[in-house]
């Protein structure tokens, strides 16, 4: 294989790249980092082509499958300048964001979707998609305030389930929520002040699950647009659960609702 080797951090391709640490380069950019050998096969497995393949001068690990792309050789001390994480693989690809929409999903009968809605912490974003990937979501739909997709933590933290499932980002509350109800979808929003639990809710039809802010909640206007609100048991003095784990539970209380028919 061949290899440019970069030496500077002055570099254009260099600082290019260091851009994508921050969301404003990634936006400006349309790029995305995608770190660790284990991501990288899961991504190309799944047809995302590599613009960049950026490895260390020491790495011998490359993706299995024939790359397309130029493979840029750099020094460790230049590569923990690009890195994200606390002990690197020594291996990046830099690629270009999908950027799927909601009128190309295609809806099979009764889908399950997800709504994040406010979700800041990159590690629960990561953990639901996650989730959502495990349980054959029909589409995870992130809404206003929620964390950058393409934040390096929150594609580490799917564990390379942002390349299995539908994910739509940037979308307007009122958009998501005029296209669930133009598709009939029941919305269904997690509120730990509702009067339901969610184990007397019928999730057996085509339904969205909305989670709100890990410390606000869902907005007023996915409140408002509910056609139920539900919430989680808490019997003990904890306020409430991590946003995750609550979505854990309703994606598969959905799931058991579900294979119970079969």
């Known amino acids: 294989m061949d290899f440019k080797d970069i030496n500077s951090k002055d570099n254009p391709i260099f600082k290019l790249i260091k851009t994508l640490n921050k969301k404003k380069g990634r936006d400006e950019n349309g790029l995305f980092l995608i770190e660790g050998i284990r991501l990288l096969e899961e991504a190309i497995n799944h047809g995302v082509k590599l613009h960049y393949l950026v ?14 792309c130029q493979v840029l050789r750099i ?17 990046i690809g830099v690629a270009r964001q999908p950027n799927p929409s909601l009128k190309e999903l295609t ?10 809605n406010g979700i800041q912490d990159p590690g629960n974003l990561g953990t639901i998609i996650r989730t959502s ?25 799917t564990m390379g389930a942002v390349f299995q499932i539908p994910i739509i980002h940037g ?7 005029n296209w669930l109800n133009s598709n009939n ?6 509120d730990i002040n509702a009067e339901q639990y969610y184990f007397s809710v ?15 909640g869902p907005s007023p206007k996915w409140k408002s647009a509910a056609n139920n609100r539900i919430k989680i048991p808490i019997l003990g003095d904890t306020e409430s659960l991590n946003a995750s784990i609550a979505a ?15």
Do not use: C, M, W
Not at 171 to 177: F, H, K, M, S
Not at 202 to 216: Q, R
């Open 185 to 190: 979808i029941n919305i269904l929003v997690a």
């Open 171 to 177: 979308l307007g509350d009122e958009e998501a929520i």
């Open 133 to 157: 990937a495990a349980a054959k979501a029909a589409a995870v739909l992130l809404t206003e305030g929620t964390v950058d997709l393409y934040n390096p933590k929150v594609i580490r933290a």
């Open 107 to 116: 809806l099979l009968p009764n889908p399950l979707i997800v709504v994040l």
């Open 75 to 91: 020094s460790n001390n230049l590569f923990k300048d690009l890195s994200d994480t606390v002990t690197p693989q020594g291996i």
């Open 248 to 262: 854990g539970i309703l994606i598969y209380d959905a799931i058991r609702q579900r294979h119970n028919e079969i």
């Open 202 to 216: 019928n999730l057996k039809g085509a339904t969205a699950l909305v989670i709100g802010n890990e410390n606000k």
């Open 55 to 68: 490895i260390n001068e020491n790495t011998n690990l490359l993706p299995k499958e024939n790359l397309d």
